[in-house]
């Protein structure tokens, strides 16, 4: 009898912990719903969540160990939080996602009148990504990679010239 107690006591001891936390907005402060929250041991991961409207996530119940959590939202760059530690009581972890640049505007001719089907090139970024303009001269937006923007040119190229 004594020895069933005292493993009920063990394993409980074991999962008791949690991992809770929040995820913000790096420039704004303000918290970042739908985030994904990823938690990993030994470089695989086993426990995820997504935080909810005020970007709050609770995983529980969480095995003793050293963690390492990530946290990640398609406009917004990905970031980690290393080797923390779980033990006896739950923890606390705040992820702060920082929103990806972005290129937008018009192509317009000499005359102010929009430029239909232009090849725009962001040329110098990392990942040298193009768009086209609509039939207003609206250019698709192109997401850029944190520090892409340094030495850029943006080409434009018309199919009616």
């Not at 009920?8 to 936390?21: D, K, N």
């Not at 303000?30 to 709050?56: C, N, W």
């Not at 990806?100 to 970024?125: I, K, M, Y």
Request: proline share 4%.
């Amino acid at each position: 009898m004594w020895l069933l107690f005292g493993l009920l006591v063990a394993s409980s001891t074991l999962f008791s912990q949690g991992i809770e936390g929040t995820v913000i907005n790096s420039v704004t402060g303000l918290p970042i719903r739908g985030a994904k929250v990823s938690v990993e041991a030994g470089g695989k991961p086993v426990y995820q969540a997504t935080t909810d409207d005020q970007g709050v996530f609770r995983i529980q119940p969480v095995k003793v160990g050293t963690y390492t959590a990530s946290f990640s939202k398609p406009e917004f760059l990905p970031s980690a939080q290393e080797g923390f530690n779980v033990g006896s009581n739950s923890i606390h972890l705040r992820g702060r996602l920082t929103p990806r640049s972005r290129v937008a505007g018009r192509v317009l001719d000499g005359g102010g009148q929009p430029v239909s089907g232009a090849e725009l090139l962001l040329d110098g970024s990392l990942t040298g990504q193009t768009a086209t303009s609509d039939d207003q001269g609206n250019a698709v937006r192109v997401r850029v990679e944190r520090g892409a923007l340094s030495n850029v040119a943006l080409r434009i190229t018309s199919r009616n010239q």
